[in-house]
């Protein structure tokens, strides 16, 4: 069974870009949440999506954003981009209140 | 609010020998908990995880790890090392049933563990 798929692997932006990255959940989990991973602040959750709908946000400023699409896969954009959004953001889906699988993640750097 | 503590930014042992990470917990309502395993340049892989029901919950590659609600624990052991287990380790707790936020996975900041010939 596939697992959980992000795209791309790796992307490198310049200051004051944007970003979107994609997230494609397990087949049959309808609920996708987004993590930010850096060295200093470790694991962090930026909001989860259940059914197109935002249910839950992290602490992050609001040129961090995302959505749902019906067929669960998801979408998140980071605006005006600063080198400090230099990360490694997964993504995570689950079915109920099963274990989250995660993805490989995307390594976004910022120049 | 929930908070995960882990003792420890880095664990070395030897091959063969007892692996035990350790995990503190705080949660205003009943937790789940869960160990996740990360490899260099990849996602986190989870190890097992605590819902209700026995304590002591076994998971992949030989782990086990037991919840210890008195000490707000869940401390990861296993009882032999191989050098396939070096990589970095994150507790996660979660909001369990009655929470209203269990979406959310708060995290650790993770042990590195090293395992040596």
Redesign the interface.
């Known amino acids: 069974k596939a697992g959980?798929t992000?795209t791309p692997r790796y992307l490198i932006k310049t200051r004051g870009q944007q970003v979107t990255l994609s997230c494609s959940p397990i087949s049959g989990h309808r609920?996708v949440?987004w993590?930010q991973q850096t060295p200093g602040q470790?694991?962090?959750?930026l909001f989860?999506y259940?059914s197109e709908t935002q249910?839950?946000k992290?602490n992050f400023p609001g040129r961090f954003s995302g959505r749902q699409f019906s067929n669960s896969r998801s979408e998140m954009n980071v605006s005006t981009l600063e080198l400090g959004d230099s990360a490694l953001y997964?993504c995570?889906s689950r079915r109920d209140?099963e274990?989250?699988?995660?993805?490989?993640?995307t390594?976004l750097t910022v120049v | 609010a929930q908070s995960v503590t882990q003792l420890g930014s880095h664990v070395s042992v030897s091959e063969g020998a007892l692996v035990l990470l350790r995990c503190n917990y705080s949660s205003s309502v009943p937790p789940y908990l869960f160990w996740y395993v990360q490899y260099p340049n990849q996602g986190l892989q989870l190890l097992l995880k605590y819902t209700t029901g026995a304590t002591l919950v076994k998971g992949i590659n030989g782990f086990e790890a037991e919840f210890k609600k008195s000490e707000t624990s869940f401390h990861l052991t296993k009882p032999s090392a191989h050098m396939s287990d070096a990589a970095e380790y994150f507790c996660a707790v979660t909001e369990g049933a009655g929470g209203t936020s269990y979406g959310k996975l708060t995290f650790g900041q993770g042990t590195i563990l090293t395992v040596h010939p």
Not at chain 1, 99 to 105: E, R
């Open positions: 959980v992000q609920s949440s993590y470790g694991l962090q959750f989860e259940f249910r839950n992290g997964l995570a209140r274990g989250y699988t995660f993805g490989s993640g390594r």
